[in-house]
């Protein structure tokens, strides 16, 4: 038996960019390995490594949570991205001009996961800016404008 | 639409005097004020006249308390560069500067009207703006400027002056220019204390600001139209307010109400805090980049423009109307002086009316009288005063009508002249064309086919160019009917159609932040400079990094204080993010050309495959 469907009667859900799919995806994959990492770490039993192990588990479940949220398209998700970004970044570009040490595979991660996650659509996507407020358009190239 | 059945005016027959006292504003200052409108005799009194000579030494022309009004427009010939000005305050050593500021601090504490700036003036701002601000401030100590004590001293002489013999006194003069009769109120302060007294821009000695009120002619009597207030960063229409505007004017009967800036004594119509922004001098190269820049952000990265440009230095107008009230029925009258073009003082003295403090960019210089800006020469306002207010083009009501009829009249007659001149053309052109087309085809006849053709050309050109203009006139003359039935109909415009930009406080909301954020902005500038100097001091080799860091932290911690986390959050990760894509560019462009081109062909291959499947 199926349950008839009650319309919706607040607005449409927006549809989630494809960038913040890709992301996401990413990060499920980061908390993946981290989980997994982790687990082996805690696993090896090495008293010198539970620190690194309890620190990779602690991060993969922070990444998993971030990850669920931007497929739901949360707004906490987004500030918890973007937050952990600057801070990776910060990080990276420090290492990279002062101490010539930078982890590139961290670096272009933290890159794609802004430059996917700061255009307009998708802080509107994400609920944090009203459609009203931001101008979307392109404008026209239709020849009939010109004289 | 509205209509103004209040404006009852008074007879066209009144003397000057009268008119000006029928509408004589009411000015309400902030609480804390501690200049008010004076009789410029009084304060010529109380001055010396100076001259600033081109090699840079001043000389006292006469002293303090010899100078008179007569004196003072006695003819003076003098080398070019040099400068007249007067000295409310005389210069004063450094015992009389200590005696003035305790005296000040004295007179504060006795009085019950005290300013108080409230929470967030210094948070308004963020960090560029407050770091420019500390910049402004440094660069007061290079230009020339007016010393503290002598703002303290001016207050001391200001409030003697009035024990003595309290007045408030307006300088009222009449004009009359194409149909409108023009009451102006000059409103004259011994000093401008803005930023010793209110955290503004800058100090000067004496200050001038005007009011007018602008009548025209009907049946009669002289009834008034717009009201126009002197205020900060505007010019033009966007000065005046019509009569029947009640959005932001305020009348006491037919009386406009002022609300003075505290210190400045900038005009507004309504009550309230004023942002007023003082933009830095950026080199147009600057700009250009900085345009470039922001376009990148918009277009390219698909990011929201900046709202406030941070190259300025943002400063409060406090015109509360919260402090003493003059005027027509208020706490304290107006004394009114009649002043024209044959006012000795107004005409004849073409000095600074106060301290020339020798400021290169002239903010902290004295302004000139009502009749001239500082260099001497002419005053907009005074020769001009239909065009300060953007009322040049503007005609009375009752000759817009008049106008209007005959405008549309002359369009009319000119679009029935052009139909004419249309079809004669038009005519024309089809007989060359056809000619034309019966020369294809005839290489003997090329040469006339050539000359034809550019005939052809031309003709086609002037009359898509007179169809143009008749459209054109089409739609002017639609607008024209339009308003011509709204008039006749007793309609009147909008009564701010004319307002391109309207001065307007800043709502409550934006204007108070936290208690957190009041002290993070005070002491941010500070402690960063103190982190920086800790950094160089206990960790020198890793100092810059350090500063990155420390300017992110201040500046994303400052955001949360702000509530502004989010927008200043994706600011900062999409600067970091291009920097990082940069670099990632540099080290890895094989690989990157490498899957570009890979990408390339896979695409283009996917493409033949599909079109050759279709």
């Known amino acids: 038996m199926s349950a008839e469907r009650v319309p919706d009667a607040s607005p449409a859900r927006p549809k989630r960019p494809l960038s913040v ?127 | 639409m509205s209509t103004s059945h209040d404006q009852r005016g008074i007879p066209s027959t009144a003397t000057d005097l009268e008119l000006l006292r029928a509408f004589e504003p009411v000015v309400r200052f902030t609480s804390g004020e501690q200049f008010f409108p004076m009789d410029v005799e009084r304060y010529v009194h109380a001055s010396g006249l100076w001259t600033y000579h081109p090699d840079s030494h001043d000389e006292e022309v006469i002293p303090e308390g010899e100078l008179t009004l007569e004196r003072l427009v006695e003819p003076r010939p003098a080398a070019f560069g040099s400068v007249f000005y007067l000295r409310f305050v005389a210069p004063m050593s450094l015992e009389a500067n200590a005696r003035a500021l305790a005296a000040l601090r004295r007179l504060r504490r006795s009085r019950r009207d005290i300013f108080r700036a409230g929470l967030g003036r210094l ?189 300025r230095v943002p400063f409060i107008d406090f015109a509360r109307g919260d402090g003493l009230s003059i005027g027509p029925g208020q706490e304290r009258e107006w004394t009114p002086n009649l002043i024209d073009e044959t006012t000795p003082w107004v005409s004849a003295y073409r000095g600074l009316w106060g301290l020339y403090a020798q400021d290169p960019i002239s903010g902290e210089n004295a302004p000139g009288g009502p009749m001239y800006n500082r260099d001497g020469s002419p005053r907009p306002s005074w020769f001009d005063p239909l065009g300060f207010a953007g009322l040049d083009r503007v005609p009375p009501p009752p000759r817009e009508l008049e106008l209007l009829e005959a405008e549309s009249a002359g369009l009319a007659a000119r679009q029935e002249e052009l139909e004419a001149v249309i079809d004669r053309e038009s005519a024309v052109l089809q007989e060359r064309g056809t000619r034309l087309e019966s020369m294809e085809g005839n290489p003997h006849l090329a040469r006339q086919h050539r000359q034809l053709a550019e005939q052809v050309t031309e003709l086609a050109a002037k009359l898509k160019g007179l169809r143009r203009e008749r459209s054109e006139n089409e739609a002017v003359l639609e607008s024209m009917s339009r308003r011509l039935e709204r008039f006749r109909a007793g309609e009147r415009d909008d009564t701010r159609a004319h307002i391109r930009n309207a001065a307007t406080p800043v709502p409550a909301a934006e204007m108070r932040f936290g208690k957190a954020a009041e002290l993070f902005a005070a002491a941010s500038t500070s402690l960063l400079l103190l982190g920086v100097a800790a950094l160089v001091l206990l960790a020198s080799e890793d100092a810059l990094a350090g500063v990155v860091v420390l300017l992110i932290v201040v500046v994303v911690g400052e955001s949360v204080l702000r509530a502004t986390f989010v927008r200043t959050v994706n600011r900062v990760a999409v600067i970091l993010a291009l920097v990082a894509a940069v670099i990632l560019a540099v080290h890895f462009w094989k690989p990157l050309l490498l899957a570009g081109l890979l990408g390339l062909a896979i695409f283009l291959i996917a493409q033949r495959v599909r079109e050759s499947r279709a």
């Open chain 1, 21 to 147: 799919t890709l992301v996401a995806l990413l990060a499920l994959g980061v908390a993946v390995y981290s989980l997994t990492a982790g687990a082996f770490a805690l696993e090896g039993g090495e008293a010198d490594r539970r620190a690194d192990g309890i620190f990779d588990l602690a991060f993969g479940l922070g990444v998993l949570v971030a990850a669920v949220g931007a497929f739901g398209l949360r707004s906490w998700a987004w500030t918890a991205f973007m937050t952990w970004a600057v801070i990776g970044l910060t990080l990276q570009l420090v290492r990279y001009f002062f101490f010539d040490d930078p982890d590139y595979a961290a670096m272009a991660i933290n890159t794609f996961a802004v430059l996917a996650m700061s255009p307009l659509e998708v802080q509107v996507a994400f609920g944090l800016r009203h459609p009203r407020n931001v101008d979307l358009a392109r404008p026209t190239r239709n020849p009939l404008d010109r004289d």
């Open chain 2, 123 to 311: 948070a308004r701002g963020g960090l560029i703006p407050r770091l420019l601000d500390a910049l402004f401030s440094a660069t007061l100590l290079l230009r020339g400027r007016v010393p503290k004590a002598t703002a303290a001293a001016a207050v001391l002489e200001y409030a003697a002056m009035q024990e003595r013999e309290e007045s408030y006194v307006y300088h009222g003069r009449v004009a009359r220019h194409g149909g409108w009769t023009v009451c102006q109120y000059w409103l004259f302060f011994a000093y401008n204390n803005w930023r010793s007294g209110f955290h503004g821009v800058n100090d000067h000695e004496s200050d001038w600001e005007l009011a007018s009120v602008y009548l025209y002619e009907r049946d009669g009597r002289l009834v008034p139209e717009w009201v126009a207030f002197a205020s900060h960063d505007f010019h033009g229409a966007d000065l005046r307010r019509r009569w029947d505007d009640r959005s932001d004017l305020v009348l006491e009967g037919s009386h406009p109400v002022v609300h003075a800036g505290a210190g400045s004594h900038a005009s507004y119509f309504a009550p309230g805090e004023y942002q007023a922004e003082v933009p830095l001098p950026i080199p147009q190269r600057v700009r250009d980049v900085l345009e470039m820049l922001q376009g990148f952000w918009r277009k390219t990265l698909g990011q929201v423009g900046a709202r406030d440009n941070p190259f």
